[in-house]
């Protein structure tokens, strides 16, 4: 069964460094996987979504890549701002295309 | 943009009541999904759908039920509310099986029972 664990499970950087968040899953025979961004109180927004075939996505100052070999993805975030808070979340959709299996994300707080 | 419509930001309910928690997605999405969402226990899969009149269940579908009349429309149903309900409430949707688009979810529906 398809596992996703994400960490560290909270993070705290200052304003305008570079960071990475980590996402790792057990069966790399994935058909895509998809990061969101979650703010308090609120429903999942989709930031980007990587498939199979690729190694990376990028959108503004984010870039996801995806190295199914060794069943990792990161998302790295250029110059943080305090507008960039919230928690992070990865998920892996597998091939027969079952529900995404989720990760219990990353809580980032970018401290001005 | 597709957007996903839960009813209800927030509910205060009565153990024992019948609880109704609606979801409508405006894209055509054939796949629709609610899940609970608790501190330190992440995203759950409670019921999903892929087509009109069709349900699986998810991961912890004890106490609940779905149901999926139209398309566009699928509500979660407590049957008989207890306190260990108290949550938040995600539903979301995808267009189809097999297809590389995101999930959209909706704003939520935190729960509270009483």
């Known amino acids: 069964k398809q596992e996703v664990t994400q960490i560290p499970a909270a993070l705290s950087v200052p304003e305008g460094e570079n960071l990475v968040l980590n996402c790792s899953f057990t069966?790399?025979?994935?058909?895509?996987l998809q990061w969101f961004r979650q703010d308090p109180g609120k429903g999942l927004t989709s930031l980007l979504l990587i498939q199979s075939s690729q190694r990376e996505q990028t959108s503004g100052r984010l870039n996801a890549s995806l190295d199914k070999s060794s069943g990792r993805s990161t998302l790295y975030i250029a110059a943080s701002q305090p507008g960039d808070s919230a928690t992070y979340l990865c998920a892996v959709l597998d091939p027969g295309n079952t529900p995404l299996v989720f990760g219990k994300g990353t809580r980032l707080s970018v401290i001005a | 943009d597709v957007k996903v419509t839960q009813s209800s930001r927030y509910l205060v309910k009565r153990t024992g009541e019948k609880v109704f928690l609606e979801c409508v997605q405006d894209m055509d999405h054939e796949n629709m999904f609610w899940y609970r969402q608790d501190p330190g226990l992440g995203l759950r899969l409670i019921y999903f759908?892929?087509?009109?009149?069709?349900?699986e269940k998810g991961d912890i579908p004890e106490g609940y039920s779905v149901s999926r009349e139209k398309k566009e429309r699928f509500s979660l149903i407590l049957e008989s509310a207890s306190t260990n309900q108290t949550s938040m409430y995600l539903c979301a949707s995808t267009k189809d099986r097999g297809s590389n688009q995101p999930q959209h979810f909706g704003d939520g529906t935190r729960l509270s029972i009483l």
């Open positions: 759908s892929y087509d009109v009149k069709m349900k």
């Open positions: 069966d790399s025979a994935i058909y895509n």
